[in-house]
């Protein structure tokens, strides 16, 4: 049987940009992604936990891709997309 072979997502047009990411059990990061690898695990710099209306400011973090429910880029990319 052949393994399921591709790329991962390119997600180099985020570098260095504000992204809010949602996680599951209800958990919400913000922070600038300063890495990234082909499973779609990220690193933030300088992230902020938000918990109802209350930030915790967390620092270095890096977010397993399979416990991302979805991300919105806060800053405005490269090409208008």
């Known amino acids: 049987m052949a393994s399921k072979q591709g790329y991962g997502p390119d997600l180099r047009k985020f570098m260095d940009k504000r992204l809010h ?8 990061i913000t922070g600038i992604m300063i890495g990234h690898d082909p499973f779609m695990n990220i690193v933030l710099d300088q992230a902020v936990e938000h918990i109802g209306k209350e930030t915790n400011p967390i620092g270095k973090v890096m977010v397993r891709g399979n416990s991302m429910i ?6 405005k990319l490269p090409g208008g997309l």
């Open 21 to 28: 990411v949602r996680l599951n059990g209800k958990r919400r």
């Open 70 to 75: 979805l991300w919105e880029c806060l800053d």
